[in-house]
């Protein structure tokens, strides 16, 4: 499996979201039909930051061995941010399947990123580490 493309695409995904949430929070809190106030705007902007740091956080990592007890960390972390987050996004779309297609579109993404997170924290033995 390669870990490395399943890191940097998550690393994508995680730096689109926080530089969005960044730089556009009072058009992302007006989208989610959140009244617009500066508290609004400022948590939407501290929760950009924190999707800017994991996405680095897995950009700094995709060059490492990843999976079984190699980085577990950063395994644990991302499965539980990705499950977590795909969890609470299908409750949300099923019980409001009215919601925009882009959020149908990230919740797939979420459980696909969880899947290959799970792969690698529960399954998962980097080959270079099988040769020793």
Known sequence: MNTKLIMSAAAFLLALIGIGLSFFSSEVVSFAGIAISKTSELVFQLLGALYFGFAMLNWMAKGSAIGGIYNRPIAIANFA??????????????????????????AMAYILFA??????????TPVAVKKL
């Open 115 to 124: 899947l290959f997170f799970g792969y690698l924290l529960f399954f998962y």
């Open 81 to 106: 941010h990705f499950f977590i987050g795909g969890m609470a996004l299908i409750k949300a779309l099923i019980n409001h399947p009215g919601l925009s297609t882009f959020l149908w579109l990230l």
